[in-house]
């Protein structure tokens, strides 16, 4: 048995501890493993193919990134080409991607990846591929898995910077907001404000109105609370508005969301006369180690998902559903993109602790 395994989209802190449980797990079973650079790129003649061994992996569990790269262009579906006058056009090259694999005698593919490369691996299996998906992503937004490794990370790391941002905010008296990343769902923002004791969150399940956000902030100063932290989510939008994207997005990516927190300061100082400062978290969010939690979860589904090729559980991925590690069809996971439940009670508690959602 031969399988490859490749990481494709925005890294997230654990992937190396996928590739390590599932190369581990692999080998102790007699099968050879392959691993395939940035994504589909690798099996597209872009970048390499290489054998990973028990020594590719060895010490790599608690670092970030990912040993064999990554990317958020390249579908192999619309894969951009420039032609002569400079335009780039898409074309399929699926089928191509699929005779390189044969090519290379891979049996079986583990793709690790967010909702991106989860659809691309499905397509893939409609066409004959045998793949096992693990879900990555630090959003936390793909549907049928409790969670995602990578985003206890990230709530982690947003949880420090609103921790630090509390004390210099009180001494100066100041409104800050915190933009902290999620696409379109509002996990990140939701976590880290409730875990940092957040005074208002915004995120793109509850749309907002600047004046409810204002009359929070107001409401603490009345009472003697001088300073406020609002925790946005780069996919937040006011009532009846639109989200802010950034409009440099490359040929084949992703629009890109964010840069709302610094008009939302600028909105807040003029409401409410308090001096207001932004900052942009940022990809600080997809960095360094994971948190013991991201890495037992990514080492689980490592394992699992080498369990499932075992089992031939093509076009499943593997998905925490507690307490156990299970293997779900991917297209049950794409039907809906997991969003945060305005009625859950981590909204709830917020809201019965005083936590603003600007609504
Ligand atoms: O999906 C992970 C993520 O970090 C999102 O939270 C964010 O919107 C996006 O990727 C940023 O992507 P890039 O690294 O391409 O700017």
Redesign the pocket.
């Known amino acids: 048995m031969r399988i490859a395994i490749s990481t494709g ?2 890294d997230a802190p654990g992937l190396n501890a996928v590739i390590r449980a599932a190369v581990l797990s692999a080998i102790n079973r007699g099968w050879e493993v392959l691993g395939i650079k940035r994504g589909f790129a690798g099996l597209m003649g872009e970048d390499e193919v290489v054998p990973l061994t028990k020594d590719s992996v060895r010490g790599i569990a608690h670092l970030g990134g990912t040993i064999l790269r990554t990317t ?1 262009r390249g579908n192999p579906f619309h894969y951009p080409r420039k032609i002569a006058d400079g335009t780039i056009v898409e074309e399929d090259r699926s089928d191509e991607l699929i005779e390189n694999a044969k090519g290379l005698g891979i049996d079986a593919l583990i793709s690790i990846g ?1 909702d991106g490369s989860l659809t691309i691996a499905k397509l893939l299996c409609d066409k004959g591929m045998k793949i096992v998906g693990v879900p990555k ?3 936390n937004d793909v549907s049928g898995t409790i969670t995602t490794f990578g985003f206890d990370t990230a709530v982690n790391t947003a949880l420090e910077a609103i921790d630090k941002l509390h004390t210099t905010a009180e001494s100066h008296d100041r409104v800050i907001v915190l933009e902290v ?3 379109d769902s509002g996990f990140i923002a939701l976590h880290s404000g409730v875990a940092g004791t957040a005074d208002v969150i915004l995120i793109p399940e509850i749309p907002y109105d600047i004046n409810k956000v204002c009359d929070k902030i107001m409401s603490r100063d009345r009472a003697g609370r001088h300073f406020s932290i609002v925790v946005v989510a ?1 996919g937040a939008y006011p009532l009846g508005g639109m989200v802010s994207l950034i409009g440099d997005s490359l040929p084949g ?1 992703a629009r ?3 840069g709302l927190c610094e008009p939302i300061a600028r909105e807040i100082q003029r409401i409410t006369g308090k001096e207001t400062r932004s900052l942009v978290l940022g ?1 600080l ?2 960095g360094g180690m994971p948190t013991g939690y991201d890495r037992l979860l990514a080492t689980r589904f490592g394992g699992s998902a080498v369990r499932a090729v075992a089992a031939r559980q093509w076009g499943h991925m593997v998905a925490l559903q507690s307490p156990h590690i299970v293997a779900i069809p991917i297209e049950a996971a794409l039907r809906e993109p997991k969003r945060v439940d305005p009625t859950h009670d981590v909204v709830l508690t917020a809201r019965e602790t005083g936590i603003s959602f600007g609504d």
């Open positions: 989209g925005g958020n967010g992503t630090i959003d990343m999620g696409r780069e990516q890109r969301l964010g990809h969010q997809r």
